[in-house]
Structure formats: C-alpha cells, structure tokens
C-alpha cells in the first residue's frame, strides 16, 4: 500500500484516537486534529504527538479561518492530502422539542457544515490529482430517525445527503466519497450527549417521561452482551483505505449491536436508488 496523507478530525478521544493510532501504524502520515491542545486536550496531543508519523493539529473545526489555516499547513508541507476522515460530531438526546433552534444549528455546524468545510478545501487537490478518498463517519442514525434522538439524526441525515450525492459526482474524476455508519459503542462521545436547552416544554411530556431511562438501560444491556469494541470502527476506516479505487462501497456499517437492520435497510434501499439513476439519465454514473 502506498503511504497516504491522511486528515482525521477529532483525534483526542474515540473512534478518533484509534484510528490515527491505527492508520500512522501503517506507515501513513497522520495529521490529528484536536481542539485546545495547550488546555484540556494538552496530555492527550502530547500522546498522539509522539507517535511516529502523526502531527497533530489544534482546530476549531466550527471557525472558517481555523481550518483552512490547518490545510495551509498541510498543503505547505506535503502538497496535498490523499485522505480525509471526518470523524469529529456531537450527539444530542432528548424530546426533540427542547431543542432551541440554536441547539439545531450547533449540531449541524459540527455534523454538517464542519464535514463541509473541510470537504470543499480537500477535494481541489484530490481531483487535481485524479485521485483521493474522503470518508465520513456518520451513524446508524443518519438512516432513521429515532424517537428521542430527532435532532441528532437530523444532522447525520444531512451529512449523508451531501456525501450520497458526492459519490457519485466524484467518482468519475478518481476521488471516492463514502460513509461509514458506525451504531452504539461505548466512547467518550456517549458519554458526553448534549441536551435541549428549553426546559419549559418538559412538563407536558410526562406520559412518556420513563422513555429514556429504558432506551440507557436497554443500550447498556446490549453492550454487556454483544461487548461491542470501538477499535472496529478505526479498523473499518483502515480497510476503506486500502481497497482500490473505485471499488470502495459508499456506505460501511459497523455495528454489532443491531447493525442488522441498518443494514437490511441499505441493502433494500439501493436497488430502487439505481433506478432512479437511470430513469434521471445517470447511469453511467453507477458504474
């Protein structure tokens, strides 16, 4: 295999940390990406920062000017980056009500627009080259939209809409734009669910106030059974690098838990997609 420059964004904790300790393994140089590396994520990118092959990168992944800065950095030194991981997201839970609608746009600027940002400043580079891959580390989520995880699934809906499109746009020009779908694993992010801030609509949800403790209970039952490990998901973005271009399938699930179904859903999905394809005159496209 050829040694890669790889982008990963959100590097300090879960799929993140594994997949740049998993990926710089390889012999590929791994830029991390992380925000406040002198602060709370300091002990963290000394860590990664003395692994061979990683530099990591301190960005704010929400400020234009913080990332472009970054891909300045790496453009300098390398001239160009062959792969981009956009792994960095924020979950939200609860009764969608509660949510502001500055609780929606901060989790679409991180879920969408953040992915984005950094799409639009690799893909001139890659397609230059004929040549580059961008994977998207969305969610079983951004499949369906489950009770109590409406704005969270709103999101990873939207990172999936923009990324389905770009595979196929991008295809033909030797780039490959994919999504993997990870489900439940027990990372850092799990743990750190954001809530809606409106509180005022709470009481008139009482009937089904009892719902969330039983989806945490029944999600921890499920982890002590199925002992889903999160390095799964680092391997399957390993495996996304090293297939061939061209052959790479748009969408990866990687959930032991009840991948099963996300599955399933995919699977019945893309035959009917196809012919939309073809009936819009796009056909070559899915070749």
Known sequence: MSKKVVLITGTNSGFGWLTAHSVAALGHKVYATMRDTTGKNAERAQALSQLENVTVLDVELTDEASVKNAVDTIIATDGTIDVLVNNAGASMFGV????????????????????????????????????????????????????????????????????????????????DVVILEPGGFPTEMSQKVQLGTDASVADGYAAIAGYPEKIFAAIGQLFEATNPNPQDVADGVVKLIGLPKGERPLRTVVDPTTGEYISAINDAVKPEFDKAMVAYGLKELLA
């Open 96 to 175: 969608a009500e509660t949510a502001t609608p500055a609780d929606v746009q901060r989790m679409f600027d991180i879920n969408v627009i953040a992915p984005w940002r950094l799409t639009k400043l690799a893909l001139p580079y890659m397609r230059n080259q004929s040549e580059g891959l961008i994977i998207n580390v969305t969610s079983g989520f951004g499949r369906v939209g489950f009770p109590f995880f409406g704005v969270y699934c709103a999101s990873k809906f939207g990172l999936e809409g923009l990324v389905e499109g770009l595979h196929y746009e991008l295809r033909p020009l030797g780039v």
